[in-house]
Each structure stands twice: as structure tokens, then as C-alpha cells.
């Protein structure tokens, strides 16, 4: 009998349903069945693919609470906000990318320079990669993935998905709604299982790996995709700060702390981690956070549509926040409320949770907490706020806070981070349009917007000779005439500075 994954409901703790693993032998067997597809795939161009997005936009569009339901009950997120920051996205990136690629991946004249002269042109054609892996989280097991896939089609891949072994049936929906749209068959593939399948899938020699996870196994696959030098974007975790100016509208900066600290129970790689605010501000700041923090609603969002945040994923990702919480209360931090896991819940919930007196000698405030834990900590100096959200390892997003615009930005442009937001933090994952990846140990690699696309595309290089010229200057042999071609050049290139560049 096939070895199975039980996907259990985080917030009752019930098993929900179950699919097989997937074993070696038929990955195989699917990869090649991803590459046969391909062809045909890639062959259809933009247009003959266009229909299939339309058709899944808009089934998703009548179904959209459904899928919410679906995702809610298998990760622990409120329903609603499965509706905001998986679902809507979603149908978002369908219609961006069906109505933008086309222009996108049309062939690009390169404006070449001295050599146009001589009857030259070039242009880049761009041409899909092949055959995509995407490893995929929990925290985000349907946008994530699903934008990803997207963007892997509409350029003419084909795709296998390795969902989280902790969400596996969002694996069996995703299936469901291209099948529904009628994308052919192995376009669109899933492999079911732990890190164990993912690594085979690493090996199994496809064209990139596309991955959105933790740094540790980023690592294991970066190193195993060396082995036969199969690209890999990474997308990793995150440490994201807040920094809130003094001049900053302090009711509106403690509410985004707050949704953008505990939204999905703090489990999303752009959480707020760490909140920097100005000493003169934080006393009122704090006290803010702790009316908001005790206004959240937290329970089963199945049962309650009014639920502000659910539970965690499992009992292991609680223990590293109750891990990182213990730390930093021993090093001297003040629980201002929060804590503990709620005695009245059954599923894997933590409170939400707001600390002062921390330093970054706490795990707290250094390594991904992944939970409802906002730590907030005092600055003096602009530059001390951005040495601080500087002081780390990974660089995902970061938010600057104030009035004056132009003053953030100056800040903004100091951090370094992969996106900086002004006023808000987290929701531009929701902007198809912007580009979503960091540097440092948050990876490398974008994905969404223009530039993100340019990870599912091999840019060809196509250069054309119309002179008809018998003897091109630079062929052999080399003689006078090269010579006196070769100080053509140069005295071009001193004298006519307009032609290089
Ligand atoms: P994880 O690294 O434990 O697992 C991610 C995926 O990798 C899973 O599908 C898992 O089965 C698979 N995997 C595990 N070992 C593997 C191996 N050796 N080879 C191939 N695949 C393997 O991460 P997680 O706990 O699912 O997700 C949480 C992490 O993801 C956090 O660190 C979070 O910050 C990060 N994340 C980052 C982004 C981003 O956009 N940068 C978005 C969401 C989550």
C-alpha cells in the first residue's frame, strides 16, 4: 500500500483528508511526461495559451470563497484572510500576467551601437525554460505556488509542484482548478511528500528550481541543484523591521504593527519582526499596539467569520516561538500581553504577543520568529534605526514610517532589503506589478512583476548580418586592411563618443 500524508485542520486538530506519496519511480515517470508536454505547450505561443488563464480567472472568480474555505481549513488561517492575501492575489496575478505577457515576451530590439552601420541587428526572443520545479511552503500554500505556476505557463513551461507536506491537499485543489480550465494534460504536475521527494525532484534534472522556504533547506538545495547545474531562485526567510519616525501618525503606524505582525498568525516570511520606533514616540506607540493587540478575535475561522487570526501550523513551529519568547524573557524582556498558548483553544494557537526591553543579544530580535511576537525596541538616531534594521541576516522587506515622505524615502534607500515600504508593510505581495525577493540569507531572485517573469524565460540572443559584406574586417587573415579597420574604431570610439554609448 502507497505511503499516505495526512493533512490535519490546524485549528481543531482533526485529520481533514489524505493523498499518496509520491514515489521515486513515478516522479520519473511524471518528469517525462512534463517534458512531452512541453513541447506542445510551448508551441501553442501566448496566444493559443491566453484561453486557458481567461477560463481560470474566471472560475476562480465565481469560486472564490470556496477555495478560501478550502485553504483555511488546511493551514489555520481566517477565511477571510485567505480571501485577501491567497485568492484574490491570485486571480490578480491570472489577469495581470494574460493580459501583460504577451507585450512582455515579445522580441526585443537591442538598440546596438557602432555595428549597426555595418548592416547588423540584434534582438532578444524569449524563450521558456523547460520543465520548472516548485517547492512551496505552508504559510502561503496556495498564492505562493499558484502565482509561481502562473508565470511559469504563461511563458510556455510546464510545471511540477511540491507543496508543503503540511498543506499536500492544496496540491489536489490547484489540480482541480487548471483541470477545470482545461490546461492539457502534463502541463501542470504534483509530487506529494516530505523533503525527501523534494530532493529527488532537485536531482531529477529539470530546467530550474523554483523555491520558497527556509534557509537551511535553500541550502540543501542549492547545493544539491549544483550537482548537475540546475538554476535555482531563492526565496527565504525573513527578519523584516519597522521603523517609526517621530513625526510618524502614531495611531496608524501601531494599527500596521499590529495586522502586519500578527496577520496570518505571524507565520508569513514579511511579517513585522521587530518594530524600531523613535524614544520620544514609544510610550504612546506601545500603548496603541496594546489596545489593538486586545482587540484581536482569535479562534476557529471556520466557525466564526469575525475571526481576526487563527492558529499556527503545527506544534513545532509553536515551540520555536514559545523558544524565542522564554529567551528573550530570560534576557531581561517585558511580556506586555501574550505569551502563552490560549487555554479555551484547542488547535495550535499562540497569543498574540507584544515585548519591550529587547536587544539584539535575543533570539527574538536576530533569527525568524515566524509567530505572533512583536518586539519593540527604542531608537535615538535616524541612523541608529538604520544601523539596527541593517543589523541582520536576511533582507527581505523592511517599512519606514512617517509623515514626511521624502525624509522615509531617504531612509528606504538606506536599508537593504528587497522591498521597502512607505506607511504600509507585507501587502505589496498583492501588487502583481511589483517585484517580490531579497538578498542576504532571504535568497535571491525575484519573482512577480516585469522583472520577475524573467526568471521563467531564457533570453536568446539573435543577431542578423544584412551587409552581405564577402570579407568582414575582423576575419582572417589579418593584415594592413585590419589594421587600418581597427584605428577606425578607436578613432571613432575617441572622437564620436555618441556612437558607444
Ligand atoms: P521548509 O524549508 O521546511 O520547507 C519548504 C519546502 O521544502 C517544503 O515543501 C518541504 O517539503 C521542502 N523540502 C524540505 N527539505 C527539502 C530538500 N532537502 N529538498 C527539496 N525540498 C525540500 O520551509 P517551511 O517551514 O515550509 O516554510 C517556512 C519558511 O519559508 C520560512 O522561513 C519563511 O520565511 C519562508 N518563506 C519565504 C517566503 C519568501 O517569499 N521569501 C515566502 C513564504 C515563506
Not at 584605428?487 to 575617441?494: G, S
Request: glycine letters at 8%.
Amino acid at each position: 500500500m502507497a505511503e499516505q500524508l495526512v493533512a490535519i485542520n490546524p485549528s481543531t486538530q482533526e485529520p481533514i483528508d489524505h493523498v499518496d506519496v509520491t514515489t521515486k519511480e513515478e516522479l520519473l515517470g511524471i518528469v517525462q511526461k512534463a517534458r512531452n508536454a512541453q513541447r506542445t505547450w510551448e508551441a501553442m505561443g501566448f496566444d493559443g495559451r491566453k484561453p486557458f488563464f481567461d477560463r481560470l480567472s474566471s472560475y476562480l472568480l465565481e469560486h472564490y470563497e470556496e477555495v478560501a474555505r478550502f485553504i483555511s481549513r488546511e493551514n489555520g488561517k481566517p477565511y477571510l484572510e485567505a480571501i485577501l492575501a491567497e485568492v484574490y492575489p491570485s486571480i490578480d496575478v491570472v489577469n495581470y500576467y494574460s493580459k501583460r505577457a504577451k507585450k512582455l515576451l515579445a522580441d526585443k530590439k537591442i538598440p546596438i551601437r557602432v555595428f549597426k552601420f555595418m548592416g547588423k541587428k540584434s534582438y532578444i526572443t524569449f524563450k521558456p525554460v523547460g520543465v520548472l520545479g516548485i517547492i512551496s511552503p505552508w504559510n502561503y500554500p496556495f498564492a505562493i505556488p499558484f502565482s509561481e505556476i502562473i508565470m511559469a505557463l504563461v511563458a510556455g513551461n510546464t510545471v511540477i509542484l511540491k507543496p508543503s507536506e503540511l498543506t499536500p491537499l492544496i496540491g489536489k485543489k490547484i489540480t482541480e482548478l487548471l483541470d477545470t480550465a482545461g490546461f492539457p494534460d502534463g502541463v501542470f504536475s504534483v509530487v506529494y511528500g516530505d523533503g525527501k521527494i523534494g530532493a529527488e525532484l532537485v536531482k531529477a534534472q529539470l530546467s530550474k528550481i523554483i523555491f520558497t522556504g527556509s534557509v537551511a533547506t535553500g541550502r540543501r538545495i542549492m547545493a544539491a541543484a549544483a550537482e548537475n547545474l540546475t538554476p535555482v531562485v531563492l526565496e527565504l526567510g525573513g527578519k523584516d523591521p519597522m521603523i517609526v519616525l517621530k513625526d510618524a501618525d502614531i495611531d496608524m503606524s501601531a494599527r500596521g504593527a499590529v495586522w502586519a505582525g500578527f496577520m496570518n498568525s505571524g507565520q508569513t516570511c514579511a511579517s513585522v519582526e521587530r518594530v524600531y520606533v523613535d524614544e520620544t514616540i514609544k510610550d504612546q506607540f506601545v500603548e496603541r499596539v496594546m489596545k489593538y493587540t486586545k482587540e484581536i478575535r482569535q479562534g476557529d475561522m471556520l466557525e466564526n467569520e469575525s475571526t481576526d487570526m487563527g492558529s499556527m501550523i503545527d506544534p513545532r513551529q509553536l515551540s520555536i516561538v514559545e523558544n524565542h519568547v522564554k529567551d528573550a524573557e530570560a534576557k531581561g524582556a517585558k511580556i506586555l500581553t501574550g505569551g502563552s498558548r490560549p487555554a479555551d483553544l484547542h488547535g495550535f494557537f499562540y497569543k498574540p504577543t507584544v515585548l519591550v526591553n529587547v536587544d539584539h543579544s535575543m533570539q527574538v530580535m536576530t533569527d525568524e520568529t515566524f509567530g505572533p511576537v512583536l518586539p519593540i525596541m527604542g531608537f535615538k538616531t535616524e541612523d541608529d534605526a538604520i544601523k539596527l534594521a541593517n543589523d541582520s541576516r536576511y533582507a527581505l522587506t523592511a517599512s519606514v514610517w512617517s509623515r514626511d515622505i521624502k525624509r522615509a524615502e531617504s531612509i528606504a534607500r538606506k536599508i537593504v532589503a528587497g522591498t521597502v515600504t512607505i506607511n504600509d508593510h507585507i501587502m505589496t505581495y498583492g501588487i502583481p506589478e511589483t517585484p517580490w525577493g531579497g538578498s542576504k540569507e532571504s535568497g535571491f531572485g525575484r519573482t512577480h512583476s516585469d522583472i520577475g517573469l524573467m526568471e521563467f524565460v531564457e533570453p536568446a540572443h539573435i543577431h542578423v548580418d544584412r551587409a552581405w559584406i564577402k570579407k568582414k574586417p575582423w576575419w582572417y587573415p589579418y593584415d594592413k586592411k585590419t589594421l587600418l579597420f581597427l584605428r577606425a574604431m578607436i578613432w571613432l570610439t575617441k572622437r564620436a563618443k555618441f556612437l558607444v554609448g
